[in-house]
């Protein structure tokens, strides 16, 4: 297995950069199907065996099974949850990473790939406009990311905090990160948009006494809509309660000058979470987790054993101080490479074709007199209707879509109704797929 003059290692490996490339190669990849858990039972017995299969038999199902039942994040016809859209390059190095098997848990482990991550981060930190001394580290996503920061900002309190502010509109991963901490959710009123309003916070802090965070959000799941940052920041800043702001789908947006503007008031953030295989073109899994001030973290979850002693040097950045884990793979370098060879001037100008896609989905539902265009796009979500629909049609709908592979779409609930919702995140998605889509509707 580890000898590349192996015959059947040298087959497997062969076989894999092949596949990889020809993926890579497509400019138009399939969105994917998915099948009931019996028939992909029968499908894999047997792959695993005590002599093994093969170079050739595992690749066949690794081809005609695994990856035909997978719904491809990366199809510019994804348009459904939250897409992906890694960059090619992005994808190639990601390949490296593996190959390279780099642990940047520590400054002594992995300095070179420490270093570039951190440059990475510095880019997002300049972005949302954190001072000079913010960092942090990459994490799987989104859901970590929060769970961390909350915890740093549990332990900010020295125990006096046990309450965690956050709107209706919230990501799924705060309530969890609260049931893990032995926290609990204030839960406060948002406006008819889904907007956490600074006013409302004020007003819980005012009312109680035991707030260790409030949570924002800069791009919700559900509409794309961004929290009013500036008013909730400067809320927090005055009763000295750690300011969160989930921008795990959003904050890739911080690079287009056309919507910059919308984010005002995220450089008052105690802690900022942005998936860059979101929004930023990276591959999963990717989430960077950035902290004001990063010292505040280290208490929460540097490890200490008589094993990491050298690891704890006075200039040493270690990424295993400012989230809970040691060994980890370089989320960060594949973003950094790309981001080295494009430059942020082309991932900016990525982002404004998905801007400029949203709203001319927004106008094309606008003008269909069946349908309801529920809220003016903030960012890259669109919320919308047809007339006369139920949660059946709807349904029956999306599934027309991917049996015909035409798109994967995922209908949602607003103000308690089922809806349509589509998420553009794919620059290559053209207006003539969300076209076929509406289509689907009439």
């Given amino acids: 297995m580890h000898d590349p003059r192996d015959p059947l290692t040298r087959a497997a490996v062969d076989a894999c950069f092949e596949w990889a490339r020809e993926r890579i190669d497509t400019i138009d990849p399939p969105i994917g199907r998915t099948a009931a858990p019996a028939s992909l039972a029968a499908a894999l017995d047997g792959a695993i065996t005590p002599g093994g299969i093969g170079a050739d038999a595992a690749m066949a199902i690794a081809r005609g099974v695994i990856t035909e039942y997978s719904v491809a994040l ?24 593996a190959a390279m098997t780099y642990s940047p848990e520590s400054w002594l482990e992995g300095a070179g790939p420490v270093a570039a991550e951190n440059q990475v981060l510095r880019v997002l930190a300049d972005a949302a406009g954190l001072p000079s001394g913010a960092g942090g580290c990459f994490v799987s996503g989104g859901s970590a990311a929060n769970l961390a920061a909350l915890a740093v900002a549990r332990d900010a309190a020295h125990g006096v905090g046990s309450t965690i502010v956050v709107g209706a509109t919230a990501h799924a991963s705060v309530a969890r990160a609260a049931h893990l901490l032995g926290m609990r959710l204030l ?17 819980a802090l005012d009312r109680a006494d035991d707030v260790s965070a409030v949570v924002a959000a800069a791009g919700t799941t559900n509409a794309g809509t961004i929290d009013e940052l500036d008013a909730i920041g400067e809320a927090c800043r005055h009763h000295g309660v750690w300011f969160h702001i989930d921008a795990a789908y959003g904050g890739g947006a911080l690079l287009a000058p056309s919507v910059r503007h ?33 010292t ?18 006075d200039d040493a950045w270690n990424p295993s101080d400012y989230a809970f884990h040691l060994t980890r793979r370089a989320r960060g370098l594949p973003l950094w490479f ?27 539902i606008d003008r269909a007199p069946h349908l309801d265009l529920l809220i003016d796009p903030t960012l890259s979500v669109v919320l ?58 009439r």
């Fill in 74 to 97: 990366d199809s510019p016809r994804f348009v459904a949850l939250i897409p992906a859209a890694p960059a090619l390059s992005a994808k190639a190095f990601d390949a490296v990473v």
């Fill in 187 to 203: 839960d406060v009123d948002v406006d008819e948009r889904g907007l956490l309003r600074g006013d409302s916070v004020a007003d």
């Fill in 262 to 294: 919308r984010f005002a008031g995220i450089e008052l953030a105690d802690s900022i979470v942005i998936d860059p295989h979101k929004w930023l073109f990276s591959t999963l899994d990717c989430g960077a987790l950035l902290y004001r001030d990063p």
């Fill in 296 to 313: 505040r973290a280290v208490p929460t979850f540097r490890q200490e054993a008589s094993y990491l002693e050298l690891l704890h040097t």
């Fill in 338 to 364: 790309a981001l080295a060879v494009h430059g942020s001037d082309s991932f900016a100008a990525a982002i404004e074709r998905v801007l400029d896609l949203a709203r001319d989905a927004a106008g094309m």
């Fill in 384 to 441: 919308f209707a047809r007339a006369g629909w139920d949660e059946a049609d709807y349904l029956t709908w999306a599934r027309r879509l991917l049996d015909e592979q035409i798109a994967f779409v995922v209908p949602t609930r607003w103000h308690g109704r089922v809806v349509a919702r589509a998420v553009f995140l794919h620059p290559d998605t053209s207006l003539d797929v969300f076209s076929d889509v509406l289509a689907a509707m």
